[in-house]
C-alpha cells in the first residue's frame, strides 16, 4: 500500500512514511484529493465561518515569531471595550455569523471578571450562537470560570510539541507543559478545544511535525488550526524564512486522514502568502474559514505578522468575498453554529 492509502485506511502511519508525505514524496493531487473527499464524508460540501474579533493586541508574552509580542514598540496598541465588541457581534450576526472568536493577546487588564461579563452578555443576546475564547494560557480556575460564563470552546495552538524547538521559539518564562497543561485543562473543563502549529517556523524539522501530529493524537483536539510562519519586521525572527505553502497544504491533508472529522480551518496566514491560499487548503480537507469581525481601524494594529490580509475591508465586504470563492468550487458557506460532526453522514 502506498502512504497515502495507509494513512486513510488506517487513520494512522509509522514516522518514516509521515516523513514521505510531509517532505513530498507522494502524489500531491491524490492526497489532497483524498483528504478533501473525507471531509465531505463528514461535512459535504459545506464550509463553517467563524467571526473572529481581535479585540485587545496587548501581549505580556515575548514570542520571538510574533509581531504584537511585548518588546515590540512600533506597534499601536488598543483593546476595544464591551461596547465595541457587542456592535461586532452585532454586524457578524446579520451577516450569517453564527460564531463569535474572541481572540487577544496575553493582556493582564482584561480580567476574568471582564471576560464572563463579556460572554454571559453575548449568550444572552445570541442564544443560538457559539462563543469561541483564544486569550491564551491562563489558570485553571479562569477557564472554568469562562466556561460557567457560556463559552463554549477554546482555541490555544501549542505551537510545538517538541521542548527543545519550543524554547527555541520562546522566552525562558514561557513553558511547554504549561500549555500543555492548559490544553488538558481546558478539555477536563469541556470545551470543544481547537489547537495547532505553525509550519515552518524557524528550527522546525520534520521530527517536529510528526511530534506535533503525535501530540495532537494523544490530545485529540475538536479543532485543528494551521498555518505557515510569516515573519514579521518588527521580531528577532525577522531574517527567517516563512513556511512553505506546499508543506502546509500537505500537514493539513495529513491532519485530515488522521483526524476524519476535526474542525480544520483555512487560515489567514494561508491566505496571505498566496492570493489562493484558503481555496487550496479547503482543496486539500480544509472545512472552517475564520473571517475578522474586527472594526477596520483596529486591524492592522492586530499585526501578529507582516502583510496580513483583509485588514482594510470591513466585515461584509469579506464576507461576500469569500463567498465569490468558496462558490466557483461548489462549496456553500452556511449559516450555523458549526459543531463537529462525529459521524460521517451517508
Ligand atoms: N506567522 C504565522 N503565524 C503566527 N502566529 C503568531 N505569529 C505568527 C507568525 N509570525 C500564530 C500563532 C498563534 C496564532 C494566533 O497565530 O500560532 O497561536
Ligand atoms: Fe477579507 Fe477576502 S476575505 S477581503
Redesign the pocket.
Known sequence: MDAIEELHANRDLPDARLREIIEGDVCEPELFAKAAEVCGGYYGKDIYVRGLIEFTNYCKNN?Y???IRRDNHNLERYRLGQDEILACCAEGYELGYRTFVL?GGEDAAVTDAMVCALVAEIKKLYPDCAVTL?LGERPRASYSAFRDAGADRYL??H?TANAAHYRALHPESMRLENRKRCLWDLKEIGYQVGS???VG?PYQTTECLIEDLRFLQDLQPDMI?V??????RD?P?RDHP??DLRVCLRIIAILRLLFPSALIPATT?LGTVDARGRELGIGAGANVIMPNLSPVHVRKHYA??DNKICVSEGAAECRACLESRVVPMGYRIVTDIGNRVHSPNS
Open positions: 514570542c515569531y510574533c509581531g481572540q483564544s490555544l495552538r505551537e495547532g502549529f505553525m517556523s488550526g498555518g505557515p510562519y510569516i515573519p514579521h521580531t525572527f516563512g513556511g496566514a501578529l505578522y
